[in-house]
């Protein structure tokens, strides 16, 4: 122990032990150090992403169907518009259903079943993407006798509902209440108040959950290995196996062929910048819009 | 126009109605997958019974099915990916939240977040040209000279094994533990700190007593949350874990998971059993990721809510 807490005991604090302090200063270092730890995989992977894509992306890429083996060329555009149309088949789906499920557990469902419904979503928001698969394989699949980008988009969809539905309820339950006593005063009816009052002053909030629940699915890529399957050619029939970004990518690069493996540098790319690109683009229409409550 | 007229009472009950059937579909949803799973996998069941998780042969043209290897992949590259990021993630968040100068704040939780929104199967990219190659060149070497007499590092370094899957789902999970973590830092009381500070105890101590001990079970409910991520992730693993169906103490030995097995052979299967058998692991997936996160759940509201009674809700 120091000595200087004897002499003038009321007055001074004893210095903090050597031991404490040096402790202190090395977790201090041991926490930068996992954040710099952390990092690093982060900047590695968008700068290897940037770096083997930019290379290979070119304009055969992005207008081209995949060539056979060996032949040089070919692109990916036909997986792109494929993504595309799964996504918009997923959306179909899920977003209403999502939002409505948020509405009822918003303005309904302060109640036992309402937690109930609640903490489904919860679970349901945890079940591994590929069991995801195996049910859309088995509701959709195993009817039509074939792969589909229907089964793709339902499988897609499973997974939007609830993230769509857990943030519709919490923007619906940030809008004042007093809002919705006003439209009741003005003899609005209750259904029509959560339509035009409530759902639409949190119409940013609602379309920042959906593009949340969109971004996460787009990328997917186990629940459509044996629901959309995945496609060579152009395809745009819901009832056919159809090409999409994710399963292109992974085929591409688990293949021994150089020049698939700089292909599937470039899907990725693509991929992010898309994801990217569709969730910047609609916040940004909704920071424009009429409704600022973002 | 009476469905829609001025009083809105039919209005109201129809709409009420259209809401109510569209948050059964989210109970129906779940209810599906279980009837599906369980549906399905019924031959595996009576075939195999208890036996099927303890058998080790996966031989699809003798139909001989045992789900050992793809559960013991499953457990030990979940546990490898949790030794690994459960120390990173609370460093990150404890940092963020306790540390960091004010500015730093947001944008270093925006870059862990955006680790978040890399899809799977880029990670899994990225694993196969960078991550693998760097093991094999230089991690792997290291450790068999250093920590060879363990058993767990032996063998040829080839880069694709249990070790890469472990660490890639290492860097997938810790965006969901650091964020849980530090949610739940931020909402312990600030007079627990001034108190420590108070009582002469320096930073790290304050952060250690005072907030990280009340923080406790929060965090626990962060690391299971990583769990249930880490259990059911797939491509990534897929990609890099080598997909042999083995049990090998070896970290370098290649591996199989549950996850792995169903993205790879599900499409391929070629008979009934081979199916049920498949979706027989399917359902083992889904009911331990489901426990695994309702335990998480419950953890975690019982701090961020203050109210353990909900969390039974």
């Known amino acids: 122990m120091p000595e200087a807490g004897t002499t003038s005991a009321l007055h001074t604090v004893p210095p903090i032990a050597l031991r404490r302090r040096v402790t202190d200063h090395v977790m201090t270092g041991v926490a930068v150090l996992t954040v710099i730890l952390v990092l690093v995989p982060l900047f590695a992977i968008f700068a290897y992403l940037v770096y083997r894509g930019i290379g290979s992306i070119n304009w055969a890429f992005l207008t081209q169907t995949p060539k056979p083996v060996g032949e040089a060329g070919g692109g990916m555009a036909n997986a792109i518009v494929g993504s595309v149309f799964i996504l918009a088949l997923a959306s179909v789906l899920g977003v209403p259903l999502g939002v409505g499920a948020g509405i009822y557990l918003a303005e309904y469902g302060r109640n036992r079943f309402g937690d109930g419904i609640r903490f489904t979503a919860d679970v349901l928001n945890g079940v591994p993407s590929i069991v995801i698969g195996i049910v859309a394989y088995s509701i959709v699949v195993l009817y039509q006798k074939h792969f589909s980008a229907t089964a793709g988009g339902v499988a897609l969809a499973i997974m939007m509902i609830p993230t769509i539905t857990r943030t519709t309820e919490e923007m619906l339950l940030l809008v004042p209440q007093a809002l919705r006593e006003a439209a009741y005063g003005l003899g609005i009816p209750r259904w029509r108040t959560t339509l035009s009052i409530t759902l639409r002053t949190a119409t940013s909030g609602v379309i920042t959950g959906i593009m949340l629940a969109f971004a996460r699915v787009a990328g997917e890529t186990a629940p459509l290995l044996f629901t959309a399957f995945g496609n060579q050619f152009w395809n745009l029939r819901a009832d056919q196996p159809t090409a999409a970004l994710p399963l292109q990518i992974f085929n591409y690069a688990i293949s021994p062929y150089d020049e698939w493996h700089r292909q599937a540098w470039a899907g990725a790319l693509v991929l992010i910048v898309l994801i990217v690109s569709a969730v910047a683009a609609v916040r940004f229409a909704v920071r424009r819009g009429t409704f600022g409550a973002a | ?313």
């Open chain 2, 1 to 313: 126009m009476k469905l829609l007229g001025p009083t809105g009472e039919v209005g109201d009950q129809v709409f009420k109605i259209a809401m109510l059937l569209c948050g059964l579909a989210v109970l129906g949803t779940l209810v599906l997958i279980v009837y599906e799973l369980v549906l399905r996998s019924g031959p595996s069941w009576h075939a195999f019974g208890f036996k099927f998780f303890a058998g080790r042969d996966w031989d699809p043209v003798n139909e001989k099915f045992g789900a050992l290897p793809f559960v013991y992949g499953t457990l030990v590259s979940s546990l490898l990916a949790l030794i690994i990021a459960v120390p990173l993630s609370i460093g990150v968040a404890v940092f963020t939240t306790e540390m960091c100068p004010k500015v730093l704040r947001g944008p270093l939780s925006f870059f862990v977040e955006l680790l978040a929104a890399i899809p799977s199967v880029v990670y899994g990219l990225w694993a196969i040209f960078v991550l693998v190659p760097i093991l094999s060149g230089y991690v792997e070497p290291f450790l068999s000279k250093t920590l060879g007499w363990t058993g767990l590092f032996v063998g040829p370094p080839y880069g694709i094994s249990m070790l890469a899957a472990g660490i890639i789902l290492a860097i997938m999970i810790i965006p969901i533990i650091s964020s849980i973590t530090r949610e739940v830092l931020m909402v312990v009381p600030q007079h627990q700190r001034e108190a420590a500070l108070a009582l002469g105890a320096t930073r790290w101590e304050m952060i250690r007593v005072g907030v990280l001990r009340n923080a406790r079970a929060g965090i626990m409910g962060g690391i299971i949350l990583g769990l249930g991520r880490a259990l059911g992730e797939t491509m990534a693993v897929t990609m890099v874990i080598g997909n042999r169906p083995e049990i090998a103490k070896s970290l370098f030995a290649p591996g199989y998971t549950m996850a792995s097995v169903l993205a790879n052979e599900f499409s391929e299967a070629t008979g009934d059993l081979n199916l049920a058998a498949l979706i027989e692991i399917g359902l083992a997936l889904f009911l331990v990721t489901i426990v695994v996160n309702a335990l998480a759940r419950l953890l975690v509201w019982t701090v961020t809510r203050g109210q353990p009674s909900r969390a039974n809700a």
